[in-house]
């Protein structure tokens, strides 16, 4: 079954045999293809579980954020570490706005008064939690300072769709205090959306239902936050821009021109802060008002109340507006035969506190990953291309380090880039990517080569069989037709974001997990050495494999003649997003119809209940019938040439002409539009973006699909048209490609 | 839209003007149509709601469970009101086994030694909750006594795929006490399971999720269950047979002879007892091993575990093995024109403890509504069918008054019975009937004429409204293209079961709820006058509206010319079973035949997890491909059978002979099957029953889908054959009715 999906994919490579296996190789001629399997194989046998452990333990033994001792301390050791391996490595810096607390208060006011403790105890038996003169506070980064007295109103996770129900219930946030749950939106959103309906004040605690007990054994017994744990986290407006706010498309070099504070877009309106749910507790117990619906309803032992409280709730924060520098470490190693294409690595190395698991579990994989490369260079092995290691400060307060970098460079990367590939935290168990679908086959292919530590199969074999065991029976069936396993595409929350979205460089994220419950220290002082020891990847060993996948990654596509993209699975792949954006529109006619139809029939009369307030909705007009047109006919021009690309591909890669490299380089360039999305020019990449209101979670077309779901009608056919130019520039850049290819 | 459908559906009425008003009534003559809706009219004028609102208050005053001196009292009461209207009223005496508790002992062992309380203690507040010395203790009837000391092992609900679940997960309940949550399942379902698979003890207990602060308050501040409340009820095995354990199938009269205790089938294998989360939580909290999956997991505020425990449990129960007398209340009211055709009418007046819900609301309503056909009787109505009212003994063990009066007057009912109305426990909302389908059309009928207190639509329309605000895309359909609402079968649950379960009469049960936080006092001390009265239908419109609904449909069924019976209902629903059945074997087949590939393809070993054990399937034969052939003649003679039975009954209604009723009368009947279903002789209807593995919820073509749910292959085809016997011999009646009706 495996050989017949290799001779379906890999119909450009050649096949011939190394230790008497049949080994194929797309964009290698024979000879290069034997030659780099064996280096790939000596490569994966580098990588060491006990030194991925002793990186981790060294960058996780003092807190290390942006601005502290420890961050600069941990780069300088960084960059020390890769001269050790033979690399050029260096510190790059940059500076940005990174607010600190000054003050933080949180009372309920009243009778029975409650000043929250905003405070995560140290743990006897964890070493570095009584770290406490290093340690941030728990905050939320890039909350604006505020001092409100308000009532409070519970909001479930604090997304649009919350707000709705709120509304139907008769229940308004108007001048109140929000206290939201983390989880479902990214954190960023919350006080967002509380904002643009009036509120004053946000509150966002984490819920045992989503993060705590309801999932596992508290800290220090189990691997989950316990009932003082907090979780920091940044709530920039990042779906408009992230990266410094005072440096919106340039890099923050030093003198950087900067937009005054009081002009910054993406700090909140309103103050926010983070807390445990001890802390939320007697908050919660306040509201008054109907029990809220049940998937609103968290873990803690009573009923939740929607609000408003009759207690007071009083907020008030102040920070210090410093600019504060930032360490990326950089390090590289020059192409041979075409210095000028780069492949990128990156995973950051700043974290909240001690962030064991949050960068570490990845940056210390990346850093051995590094090492192992350094072994080839010294026994003889030079790849094609240039490859560059990054080490990113400032990931957690706003992807700054990476985001900075990228728009410093943004000339060189935008004519060199060839592709990026990011890791993040890394766990036990299944592997798992996201990313451009030119890659997803590379990605595939590789994945192919890597040894699960638990079960010994491929790590490809496991991810695919895993989602077998959980697929639909369509989403079986697609498994079992289709010979690679699909990519999802890129929302935010980790460094590609300024790759993909700003520059429309070709990028990859991955990492192993699923099999701890992990998560349950994210962002806390909790996320450190001894929890990461013993509740996560305890023995290191998809540290390991994490290192021998990303590294496979780098020394395939930085050693290729003809960079292996295929553009079959693009097209295949954006035919699903133009298919779901239109059943979008049909879906939000149906809806707004039916909802129309049962108004008039009286339904909403008849769920009138006199001890329960609902507010019923009003007649709506429908939504106008949209001309897709230009989407059809960019999703079969690019069709076509997609398919006579890899078919010209298959008869022609090995005499490919050195200028295809720079054409392929280009066909995720070709996505970008000058003009950005709607309200956010900073994202340039027309087929997918962090929802503007989801933060993290990706929207495919987002240009077409945001102003589709906000009932944007007249602008949407712009939009629609926009995104088909988009498509239609990839058609035309892989029929030139193919002219290429084909000597015509 | 109303209108059109009143036209369509009542093909066989007449139409003529009452007050202007255009009036049919489906098996009436013109006059007697008009005669009906004016009395009818003056009928539903009578219930007051203070009325039924002082009956509660004096039959819940103190607990009147079976064997009290206040059940007794209540059923002198009741005898003496009913006289008081007019009605000929007595009491119908039986005895059965009632045990109640002796000794009641829970402990937890070990060096942090525990013992429940088993205490429901009293509020201050709540007049009636500190009556100690009449209320029955928390117990679980039918329990067989013992005295076990074992591990815990935590088993969610406690159904058969609870236990599938468990294997996966290679823990074992063999040799342990099983503590199971209430919920999904009928109660007594979770000991027989638990006994099957090894337990030696069963402890129930209310989880705050399911029954408790997570919805709602906490009583006496809401109306959701307490930490300390627990709730009573029976074990016994009911889906085999329900009533006197010691005299199934016939009446348990004075001297009627009975099964030796030890030879009794229905007593639990198991000691069982229930517990408050208040009691269950140091239980919960000793189990060790994996965390529960993630449905199984409860309100409680720490981490559910599998188990076992290492801690022991004790538990030691011992009962009173006593027969006690059960006080059947039985009203009549002779009938005019065919005294031999009986409609019946019934609600159950024992409780647990004070019942002011359960089943004082639906009972004082039912008095209310004989107060009003006895006002009738005062003005000079007389029905033209006889009409009982009776107010069952000893629901709450086992159904016993309803089944022991079945069973002692089965020839007669036989004979004579029509159909029979059945309420329970009443609550406000929405108008809510389960039933036989030959009932639907007759259901619809009257509740379009009955007026909901809050919205005043019809309840019928409110009931519409309310079910299409609620139904799938397919669901709202359904609704907006039938004419009438559909009723769902009857599994088990209330004193309907002997009726249409073991007598073939067609039954249907009813009531009004949905729009409080009901059932949270359910079968505790706290289910009084001031709880109803706090927060459920406080000021008795809804127990005046079901007395409206129900004394409507007495008085139509009882008026009738002709017994106003639908089949194309009937052929209709019993369709949507056969599809179902054969679904079922599909989509079963289906499921081993996925879980053998993925078996095959290595699924499960990528599932392996070195830190979770999981205990992967084995491959499993495929279902065979069974002969529905039978079944589908039969449905499809039924369907042309009940068409021509409709059309006949359209055109000849008026003039249909006197012996067209008697025929009628059997057209459930005839869906029994003398040797009953599989292993469960006394449950005789083909067409449904409570499930064997579900205790309350309905199995429709019980035969059939068991032994195929079981994979009983062999005897498949056998049940299937039986079942496609009873619809066939519906067909054969309704050709036989056609004949009488066209006079061929």
């Not at 974001?497 to 349950?520: C, K, P, R, W």
């Amino acid at each position: 079954m495996r050989r017949a999906i290799a001779c379906f994919t890999l119909l450009a490579s050649t096949a011939y045999a190394v230790d008497n296996a049949v080994v194929t190789l797309r964009g290698y001629t024979p000879e290069h293809a034997a030659a780099e399997v064996q280096w790939e194989q000596k490569f994966r046998g580098i990588p060491d579980p006990a030194k991925v452990r002793e990186n981790m333990r060294r960058m996780s033994a003092r807190p290390h954020h942006v601005g502290s001792p420890y961050d600069k301390d941990n780069a300088e050791w960084l960059v020390a570490q890769l001269k050790s391996y033979g690399l050029d490595a260096k510190i790059e810096q940059f500076e940005a706005l990174f607010p600190t607390p000054k003050s933080r208060k949180l009372e309920l006011l009243g009778p029975e008064k409650f000043e929250a403790t905003l405070e995560e105890p140290a743990i006897k038996v964890d070493p570095t939690s009584d770290q406490k003169k290093e340690q941030l506070p728990t905050y939320n980064a890039y909350s604006r300072d505020g001092d409100v007295t308000a009532p409070l109103v519970y909001v479930n996770y604090g997304a649009p769709a919350d707000y709705e129900e709120l509304a139907a219930m008769g229940v308004s946030v108007k001048g109140a205090i929000v206290i939201a749950r983390y989880g479902q939106t990214w954190r960023g959103i919350k006080p967002k959306v509380a904002a643009e309906h009036g509120a004053v004040g946000c509150i966002i605690y984490s819920d045992p239902r989503d993060d705590g007990y309801f999932r596992g054994d508290g800290y220090p017994d189990g691997p989950m936050r316990p009932a003082e744990g907090a979780q920091r986290g940044s709530v920039m407006d990042m779906p408009v821009y992230p990266g410094d706010p005072q440096t919106p498309g340039i890099g923050a070099v030093t003198n950087a021109k900067l937009i005054p504070l009081d002009q910054v877009q993406t700090i909140t309106k309103i103050p926010v802060l983070p807390i445990s749910y001890a802390d939320a507790t007697p908050f919660l117990k306040a509201l008054r008002g109907e029990l809220v619906p049940e998937s609103w309803r968290g873990g803690l032992p009573f009923a939740y109340k929607v609000g408003p409280s009759i207690a007071m709730a009083h907020l008030a924060v102040s920070f210090n507006w410093d600019r504060k520098p930032l360490y990326n470490v950089v390090a590289t190693i020059p192409g041979s035969t075409f210095p000028d294409q780069w492949v990128i690595r990156g995973n950051h190395h700043d974290a909240w506190v001690n962030g064991a698991g949050d960068p570490l579990s990845g940056a210390s994989a990346q850093l051995e990953e590094a090492r192992g490369l350094g072994e080839l260079l010294k026994q003889g092995w030079h790849p094609q291309r240039t490859i560059i290691y990054c080490f990113w400060d400032g990931e957690e307060p706003a992807l700054l380090g990476s985001t900075e970098w990228v728009e410093a460079h943004a000339g060189e990367l935008s004519q060199h880039a060839v592709a990026y590939f990011n890791s993040d935290g890394n766990g036990r168990g299944y592997f798992r990517a996201e990313g451009s679908s030119e890659l997803e086959n590379f990605v595939n292919s590789v994945t192919k080569d890597i040894d699960d530590p638990e079960t010994k199969m491929s790590v490809w074999k496991r991810q695919r069989l895993v989602a077998l065991s959980r697929a639909t029976t369509d989403g079986k069936a697609e498994l079992r037709n289709r010979p690679d396993i699909r990519m999802e595409a890129l929302g935010s929350g980790s460094d590609y974001t300024a790759f993909l979205h700003h520059l429309g460089i070709a990028s990859v994220n991955m990492g192993y997990g699923g099999e701890d419950q992990g998560g349950g220290q994210y962002h806390s002082t909790y996320d450190d050495f001894y929890w990461y020891t013993h509740f996560q990847d305890t023995d290191f060993v998809y540290g390991r494999a994490l290192a021998q996948t990303a590294g496979t990654m780098m020394m395939r596509m930085a050693d290729a003649d003809v960079i292996p993209f295929q553009f079959g699975d693009v097209a295949d792949r954006l035919r699903t997003y133009v298919t779901g954006v239109k059943k979008l529109t049909d879906t939000m006619r149906a809806e707004i119809k039916e909802r129309n139809t049962e108004i008039a029939d009286g339904v909403y009369k008849a769920l009138e209940d006199p001890k329960r307030k609902r507010i019923a909705p009003e007649v709506e007009a429908l939504p106008p019938y949209l001309n897709f047109a230009p989407l059809d006919q960019a999703m079969d021009d690019l069709t076509t040439a997609a398919s006579e690309y890899d078919k010209a591909f298959a008869a022609n890669a090995l005499k490919a002409p050195p200028a295809l490299n720079l054409q392929l380089i280009q066909s995720e360039r070709v996505f970008l539009d000058a003009g950005g999305l709607p309200n956010r020019p900073w994202f340039q990449n027309m087929m997918y973006a962090p929802g503007f209101y989801t933060g993290y979670g990706v929207k495919t077309l987002p240009a077409a699909r945001e102003t589709i779901e906000q009932k944007q009608w007249k602008d949407a056919e712009t939009q629609i048209a926009r995104t088909a130019a988009a498509v239609e520039r990839e058609a035309t850049l892989l029929k030139s490609a193919t002219l290429t290819l084909t000597g015509k």
